[in-house]
């Protein structure tokens, strides 16, 4: 049922879109970015430029939180190692203690 839903989502923004550009198709805009100016963009580009950018800002910002879990995860991960190693003195490379078994 999930995945069914999944691909009403994706039908329901496609169509969306369609109808957006189709209502749009004639329109045209000026930009001013300011060290140019941009004129007689169709509005569709616009739209699709600015969701195009706005996938890279959280791109960029999903990277960076990333790296930031990364790092924390690898610094838990080498003091745990580090109290393994301490704990462990009396084992040997197979996990096993000075304890003999008969």
Do not use: C
């Amino acid at each position: 049922m999930r995945r069914f839903a999944g691909w009403i989502v994706v039908a329901v923004v496609m169509v969306l879109g369609l109808l957006f550009a189709a209502g749009n198709a004639g329109r045209v805009v000026s930009i001013n970015l300011g060290l140019f100016s941009l004129n007689r963009v169709p509005v569709t580009f616009v739209a699709f430029g600015g969701m195009v950018v706005g996938m890279g800002v959280v791109l960029a910002a999903g990277i960076n939180a990333d790296l930031k879990v990364r790092r924390l995860l690898r610094e838990r991960r080498e003091r745990g190692s580090l109290a393994e190693r301490s704990a462990g003195q009396g084992y040997d490379e197979h996990g096993q203690g000075d304890m003999r078994l008969e």
